[in-house]
C-alpha cells in the first residue's frame, strides 16, 4: 500500500504517522470491543486536525502546478479553513478564505470571534464573507475568478479540502494503522461531512485493509449527499491511482447529524462528556463527537464481539469548542 501512495509528493506540513492508542476506560465503560482512537487531531500545524493530512498532498499539487495564492473557505468556524490558512502560512503563501454565514445559528457573539474563525485570522488569512449555498465550492470560484482578473494565478482547495489528492492524502491514515496495529481492526469510525475524509479511508480499506469495515457517520444531515460526493472522489482519485474501487460498499450511516450541520444533540453531548471524563479527550459537537455517538451507539445495539478491534478517527476541531456558550454544551458557564 505505501508504495502506491508513496508515489504522491506531500508538503511536509503535517506531523505524521499521528498516534494510536486504547481507550480503556470507554471500552470498560461500554462493556464492548477494545475502542482505540486515532490521534488525526495531533497532526500538529495550527492546532493539528485531519485536514492536514489531506492538505499535505492537495497543497504540494497545487504549488506544483504553478499557483501563487490558494482559496478554500468553510462556515465561521471551520476546522478545515483554519487548517487551510495555517498550511498557507507555514507555506509562505498568500490565502483568501470564503467565510459562509447562515449555515449554523451562532448561539452568541464568540461564534464570529473566537476558537477558529480567531485561528483564520492569526494565520493571516484573507477572508470573504459569503451567503452559505448548497454548492459553496461555486463561490469559491468566484473568489478565483477575481483574484484572476487582478492578475494572479490562484489555485483552489476545495471545500472540506475534498478532492481526489486530497483522499488521495488520507488513505494514508489506512497505511499507519496498519503498521500500528498487531491485526487488523474489525472496523474504523469517522465523521463524514464532504466526502474527502470518507473517500480516503474507504479507498485505504480496500487496498490494504480489506477485512476492515470503514463506517462513516453523516454529520451533515445530508446522508445522500455525502454518499454521492464521496463516491464522485473515490472515482476520480481511483482514475490518478489506476485503482477500481468498489463504490457499492461505501458504508454511511445516518442517524448522529441531529437537526442539522453544526447543531449539538443529547447523544452527542453525552459522547463529548464520556471522552472528556474517562479519556481527557477534548471532541467537538460538529465531528468527532457526533461520530463517537455513533460508535457508542453500534457498541450498544451489539454489532461488535468484545474480542474486537474498533478504530475511532479522532479528527480535531477542539479549538471550536469555544465558540459555544457553556451551556450549549451541556455544562455549567
Known amino acids: 500500500m505505501r508504495g502506491i501512495l508513496d508515489a504522491f509528493p506531500r508538503m511536509g506540513i503535517a506531523h505524521l504517522p499521528t498516534p494510536l492508542h486504547p481507550l480503556n476506560n470507554l471500552s470498560q465503560h461500554l462493556g464492548g470491543p477494545r475502542i482505540w482512537v486515532k490521534r488525526d487531531d495531533l497532526t500538529g500545524l495550527g492546532t493539528g486536525g485531519n485536514k ?13 502546478a504553478g499557483a501563487d495564492c490558494v482559496v478554500s473557505g468553510g462556515v465561521v468556524q471551520s476546522n478545515s479553513a483554519r487548517q487551510v490558512a ?3 502560512a507555514a507555506a509562505g503563501i498568500p490565502c483568501h478564505l470564503a467565510v459562509f454565514e447562515g449555515r449554523v445559528e451562532a448561539g452568541s457573539e464568540r461564534y464570529y470571534t473566537s476558537g477558529n474563525a480567531l485561528l483564520s485570522d492569526l494565520f493571516g488569512a ?5 451567503p452559505w449555498s448548497s454548492d ?19 489555485a483552489i482547495l476545495p471545500y472540506g479540502v475534498s478532492s481526489p489528492m486530497g483522499a488521495i492524502g488520507y488513505a494514508t491514515l489506512i497505511a499507519e494503522i496498519g503498521e500500528q496495529m498487531d491485526r487488523a481492526p474489525a472496523a474504523i469510525i469517522f465523521a463524514s461531512g464532504s466526502g474527502g475524509t470518507h473517500a480516503g479511508i474507504a479507498m485505504g480499506c480496500q487496498i490494504g485493509l480489506q477485512q476492515t469495515q470503514a463506517i462513516g457517520f453523516d454529520i451533515d444531515a445530508q446522508p445522500d449527499r ?9 472515482l476520480a482519485a481511483g482514475k490518478r491511482l489506476g485503482w477500481i474501487f468498489d463504490l457499492d460498499a461505501i458504508d454511511l450511516r445516518s442517524g448522529m447529524a441531529g437537526p442539522s450541520y453544526g447543531v449539538p444533540h443529547e447523544k452527542c453531548l453525552e459522547a463529548m462528556r ?8 477534548v471532541l467537538d459537537p460538529t465531528y468527532s463527537a457526533k461520530s463517537l455517538a455513533g460508535l457508542i451507539s453500534l457498541v450498544m445495539d451489539g454489532t ?21 456558550e457553556p451551556s450549549q454544551l451541556g455544562l455549567m458557564g
Not at 126 to 130: Q, V
Not at 136 to 154: C, M
Not at 306 to 322: E, Q, R, S, Y
Open 304 to 324: 461488535f464481539d468484545k474480542a474486537d478491534d474498533i478504530v475511532f478517527v479522532h479528527t480535531g476541531g477542539d479549538a471550536a469548542i469555544f465558540a459555544y
Open 126 to 130: 484573507t477572508k470573504h464573507p459569503m
Open 226 to 234: 455525502v454518499r454521492q460526493d464521496t463516491a464522485a472522489i473515490m
Open 52 to 64: 492536514l493530512r489531506k492538505i499535505d498532498y492537495a497543497l504540494r499539487d497545487v504549488l506544483d
Open 274 to 281: 464520556l471522552a472528556g471524563r474517562l479519556e481527557g479527550l
Open 86 to 88: 495555517a498550511a498557507c
Open 136 to 154: 459553496p465550492n461555486q463561490a469559491l470560484k468566484t473568489i478565483a475568478s477575481r483574484l484572476r482578473a487582478d492578475g494572479f494565478d490562484p
